[in-house]
Each structure stands twice: as C-alpha cells, then as structure tokens.
C-alpha cells in the first residue's frame, strides 16, 4: 500500500489482506475533511491493511485434523445470534457496495437466526460511517482506537469518543489495546493510548473491547492497573494460549472471550485449546468481518452470516450441541453488551 500527501490532502492506494491475516483493520490517515452525511451514499473509504502471517502458523499441538466444518449449518430455528465484533463498513468495502445497502446484503447473505450486531469503530476516519450505520435496527457500535493507530491518539479524538458514548446505541468502548505482532505505533504509545482509553471508558461505564495480539503480559498488566476486577470485558478475537486465558477469567468476573472463524483453521490447534479450555459461560462468538473468513469459505469476505461455522466448530470442539453454542452465547453477549 502506498500514501502520498500533496497540499495537505492524502490520497491512498490500499492492498487489502487476505481472510487469514489481520484481525481488525489498520486505519489510514484522517482525511482533511470528514465526509458529510450526504456523501454516504457513495461508498465509505477502504481502511488501510496489511500483508501478514496468518493467524493458522500460530497453532501447535496435533497435526491432526478430525473436525468437519461445512459450508451450510443446520441452525435450529429457534436459536438467534448476535455477531459481537464486525467491522461493517468493511465487509461493504469489499463486496463493492455503499453503506445503504447494509440491508439487502443483510437479507442475501445471513440467516434468518441472525439478530443483530456490534459494528466496531476502530479509528478516526471510520466515526461518521459507524455513525451512519447505527441507523439501521440490528446494528449498534463501539468506538475506540486501535493500537496500530495509538500514535494518532489526542484529546481531540478522546472528545470524539466520549461524546459518541452518549448515544443509545453505543454498547461499548473499543477495540482498544496492544498488538506486538506489527508495531505500527511504538509500543510505548500504544500503551499510553490503551490506558488512556482503559481510564475514559471506565468513567464513561462502558464495557471494553481489547485487541490483544504477542502482548499477554502487558495487556493483563494494564487491565488490572485500570479496570475494577467486575467490569464488563470481550477480549476480541482470541487467538493465544489456554493459560492467558484462564488468567483473564479469573482475574476479571464479567470478563468474556471472543472467538472467530480463525479456530477453524486446520493448523489452529493451539486457538482450538483455548476454546476447550474456556467454559461456554464466558465465550462470544464473533466474525471479525471481513476478516478471518472460516472454513469452507477461505479467500472470501467474512461476514455475520458465517456465525453458524464459528459456532458449529465451538461444539464440536467442546463437544456440545449446536443449539447449546448458540443459545448460551446469545445469553452472554447481553450479559456484556445488553442487547
């Protein structure tokens, strides 16, 4: 990808990563105007990504794989989901579309067990977007800012957050934290920006959404420095070790983990063991969209209609009955977000 300002205005050339590389986007540099509410009818601005390994080189353990994941799942009728971590702007990015067409991608490509789901925010440049689709009924958002773009950090942008954490359908604050795999801000900023947003969102009383990537010690370090021990926590896209995770749980009491279609990657073991590892109580199921596209549908966009895969390898894995997954994560996720 490549950026180059000339008088002042930035103009971007993005290569998008594939399914299996970042798990939330990496933002561009704010442009000198934000778009008006009338331009939203053309289609948002592509978020700057990245090439990177996938997410599958981190698995360990069996080179075995026994699990079936297939391109369509029985989902009982009765059992509705929420996708507790999608990036909407960006799933409409791909597939060529504006934000107003939200609704028949909606209609086309979920279930009818879809419910709804929290659009996440993640920088600068997405707000008037995010702003816009809160619009429609199934979405409501979180805002924050990612730790690659923990450089762009200010008060200015602090303002833009507290001040959207009044609307009723923000639900939480977020994605925030460290990520150590790609240090696209010096990791002393991105600390700085996270406890800064850990100590807003508190005041605010918003639950949190944590990006935490190769940075286990010091997200928990962090966590426990600024959050009381009973907050409402997703660390989003889990793809450590089954001992960090038992750490988070039993520090924090109302702390959840999210796992997405990552877990069904074949060289995935090491993410598959967190899943046993973490009772159903305290999991989410999320997409990441249009990241981390699960099996069987690699090299296409993920979205909330893939839920049903996430799901479906979760009892599998943890030996449950889909209907379970399903039904006690929906439980959960109104447990942290109240929707």
């Not at 939330?24 to 704010?30: L, Q, S």
């Not at 960006?90 to 490509?109: G, N, W």
């Not at 929290?118 to 958002?141: E, G, H, N, R, W």
Request: net charge neutral; with cysteine.
């Amino acid at each position: 990808m490549s950026t180059t300002n000339n008088n002042n205005n930035t103009t971007t050339t993005t290569t998008t990563s594939s399914d299996s590389g970042d798990n939330c986007c990496f933002v561009e540099e704010k442009p000198k105007q934000q778009p008006k509410q009338q331009q939203h009818k053309q289609k948002p601005k592509q978020q700057q990504t990245k090439e990177k390994q996938p997410i599958s080189k981190q698995g360990g353990g069996k080179s075995e794989f026994n699990f079936v994941n297939p391109a369509v799942v029985n989902m009982p009728q009765d059992a509705k989901y929420v996708d507790s971590h999608v990036h909407i702007d960006q799933i409409l990015i791909r597939e060529k579309l504006t934000l107003e067409d939200f609704t028949s991608f909606q209609k086309a490509k979920f279930p009818p067990q879809f419910e709804r789901c929290v659009q996440v925010c993640c920088d600068p440049v997405s707000l008037d977007y995010t702003d816009f689709l809160v619009k429609f009924d199934p979405i409501y958002a979180a805002y924050g800012v990612h730790p690659h773009n923990a450089s762009q950090y200010n008060d200015d942008i602090e303002n833009k957050l507290v001040e959207r954490m009044k609307h009723p359908k923000t639900v939480a604050w977020g994605e925030m934290g460290l990520d150590y795999f790609y240090t696209k801000s010096p990791r002393d900023k991105q600390m700085s920006a996270f406890a800064s947003q850990l100590k807003k969102a508190v005041e605010c009383k918003k639950p949190l959404v944590i990006h935490s990537r190769e940075a286990e010690q010091d997200t928990l370090d962090l966590l426990t420095i600024h959050v009381p021990k009973d907050w409402k926590i997703h660390i989003h896209c889990f793809t450590s070790n089954p001992d960090f995770a038992q750490k988070l749980l039993a520090h924090f009491s109302n702390l959840y983990i999210g796992f997405t279609g990552c877990i069904t990657f074949k060289n995935s073991e090491s993410i598959r063991a967190s899943v046993q590892a973490v009772p159903i109580e305290r999991m989410l199921l999320e997409t990441d969209g249009p990241y981390m596209t699960p099996e069987p549908f690699r090299g296409q966009t993920a979205h909330s209609g893939h839920i049903p895969q996430v799901a479906n390898m979760i009892a599998q894995v943890k030996q449950l009955s889909l209907e379970q997954v399903l039904k006690q994560c929906r439980i959960n996720t109104t447990n942290v977000y109240g929707i």
